[in-house]
């Protein structure tokens, strides 16, 4: 069963940034890799995809702000988060897409408050 670990996340303040980074247990060169985010009390949504040739896909709400990369010899995805806004809080997980794995990481928080 595949594994992922998200970490990176934290509480910043308004503005402020965060990269975001996603350890698979296994090999990614060959899939689609998104970000997903689940705010409190909402079910979870897209973010952001990099597809193998590393072409890259964004969520209206964070193109611009966001920019997700891939490392496939370390088997991680990262997510660089700039002029965070509250609204872009909550739980961030990744996974392959457009069909993820069964099995999702814990995920990592991420809190934007003053």
């Known amino acids: 069963q595949v594994q992922l670990v998200e970490s990176g996340g934290g509480l910043v303040q308004p503005g402020g940034s965060l990269r975001l980074s996603c350890v698979v247990s296994e090999n990614i060169n060959a899939y689609r890799m998104s970000w997903y985010r689940q705010a409190p009390g909402e079910q979870r949504e897209w973010v952001a995809s990099?597809?193998?040739?590393?072409?890259?896909i964004y969520r209206d709400y964070v193109q611009g702000r966001f920019t997700i990369s891939r490392d496939n010899d370390k088997k991680t995805v990262y997510l660089q988060m700039n002029s965070l806004k509250p609204e872009d809080t909550g739980l961030y997980y990744c996974?392959?897409?457009?069909?993820?794995?069964?099995?999702w990481g814990r995920g990592t928080q991420v809190t934007v408050s003053s």
């Open positions: 990099i597809v193998m040739s590393g072409s890259t």
């Open positions: 996974n392959k897409a457009p069909i993820p794995w069964t099995s």
